[in-house]
């Protein structure tokens, strides 16, 4: 699937036009999220407090993105959050790579938003496709090694690519 991310108030319909499936918001924006809707196309608002997240979810977002995430607390900030939010599922951004992955897997993230730290950008500009899969299948090892220590369920494996 083709996504658009860091999607702000006054571009969904350009990036759905363009061809985006889903999009993926820095914050909450209401319009954006009613807009997708409108388009059927989903759309992944970001939050960062309970109070944000709980105004996504009156107005209809299904998944949250935690941003930024590694600031706040990381993975212990992910597991304080599903005391409150045990049915929302969070996908923490910022601070995710391959030493931090296992920890916010384990700490209930139902996915995770990885960056620069899955597509480097010397890799990206000299076109090292081996070493962008490469990093893509450490994180495929590593999310499916936190899932089955921490007994996570999830309706489909990890994907790479």
């Known amino acids: 699937m083709i996504g658009a991310g860091t999607v702000l108030n006054q571009e969904p319909n ?8 889903f999009l993926v918001g820095p914050g909450f924006d209401e319009r954006t999220l009613r807009l997708a809707s409108a388009r059927s196309t989903p759309s992944i608002p970001g939050a960062l407090t309970p109070t944000e997240i709980m105004a996504a979810r009156a107005a209809g977002a299904d998944i949250i993105k935690v941003f930024p995430c590694g600031t706040v607390g990381g993975a212990k900030y992910i597991k304080a959050l599903k005391g409150p939010f045990l049915d929302v599922p969070l996908i923490p951004t910022g601070g995710v790579n391959l030493e931090t992955a296992a920890g916010f897997v384990e ?3 139902f996915a995770l938003g990885v960056g620069g ?6 890799a990206l500009e000299s076109g090292n496709v081996h070493e962008i899969t490469e990093t893509a299948r450490k994180f495929v090892e590593v999310v499916r090694a936190a899932r089955a220590r921490s007994g996570a369920k999830v309706n489909s494996e990890p994907q790479a690519g």
Not at 16 to 21: H, T
Not at 117 to 122: T, V, Y
């Open 117 to 122: 730290e899955l597509i480097s950008a010397p």
């Open 107 to 109: 700490a209930g993230a």
């Open 14 to 21: 350009c990036s759905i036009d363009a061809g985006a499936q």
